[in-house]
């Protein structure tokens, strides 16, 4: 079973906007992780946040991680027509050395 | 640095054939997985290894699915013989850690697999 979801399911903005997507998941993490994927194209991996960790930044992207809530956010601001993809959270969980991928985000940015 | 490389790209087969994809990771890279992709769907881990030695393959359907990894650098999964709802992107990735958490997966282009 899928561990992490994803909210919104799509996601349609005007270019320059900030996009922000929304992970939970059910147990405890070691880390969590967010892809990216173009139509037709593997995964790419974006940011890898611990579960000590609270927010991490990597050029216009921004993760923030509660583990109280078992909740991500990605915050893609400033977006290009590129960003156009769909964006994937991923969870290590405790015990567990492999990751499982959520349902994603389709992500549209208009020009 | 090469990616993962994964062939073939597309492949259609009739119900009942077999299929096999190939995956080459990423040099030195210990950890090899792969995971089917359904349309519209998030990826499911089918099978995972370190080196040539299987740690995970509890969501493989061993009747019809196989994997292996020789010598511990590329690997095949073979599907025999193919239903309908395989129908799949085939997503080879892999990683270099042996030991702790994951870390980042490096992902191949994946293998298109369609069954009529």
């Known amino acids: 079973s899928q561990q992490g979801e994803e909210d919104p399911q799509a996601l349609s903005i005007q270019e320059g906007e900030n996009a922000t997507m929304n992970c939970s998941y059910k147990?405890?993490?070691?880390?969590l992780q967010w892809y990216r994927q173009n139509s037709g194209r593997g995964l790419v991996h974006l940011i890898l946040i611990r579960s000590n960790e609270r927010e991490k930044h990597s050029g216009r992207l921004r993760v923030t991680l509660d583990t109280s809530k078992k909740s991500s956010s990605l915050l893609i601001t400033a977006s290009r027509a590129a960003d156009t993809a769909s964006y994937f959270c991923a969870t290590e969980m405790q015990g567990a050395q492999k990751l499982v991928f959520g349902q994603g985000t389709r992500l549209t940015i208009n020009p | 640095e090469a990616g993962v490389a994964q062939s073939p790209r597309y492949k259609i087969i009739e119900k009942r054939q077999s299929v096999a994809f190939w995956c080459n990771p990423i040099?030195?890279?210990?950890?090899l997985y792969w995971y089917q992709q359904i349309l519209g769907q998030g990826p499911k881990l089918l099978i995972q290894?370190?080196?040539?030695?299987?740690?995970?393959d509890s969501q493989l359907p061993k009747d019809r699915f196989s994997a292996e990894r020789l010598k511990g650098v590329d690997s095949t999964l073979k599907i025999q013989p193919a239903k309908l709802e395989d129908s799949a992107v085939y997503l080879c990735?892999?990683?270099?850690?042996?030991?702790?958490?994951?870390?980042?997966?490096?992902f191949g282009e994946g293998s298109r697999l369609t069954v009529l």
């Open positions: 040099s030195g890279h210990a950890t």
């Open positions: 147990t405890s993490i070691n880390n």
């Open positions: 290894f370190q080196n040539n030695g299987v740690v995970d």
């Open positions: 990735a892999s990683s270099p850690r042996l030991a702790g958490d994951v870390g980042e997966l490096f």
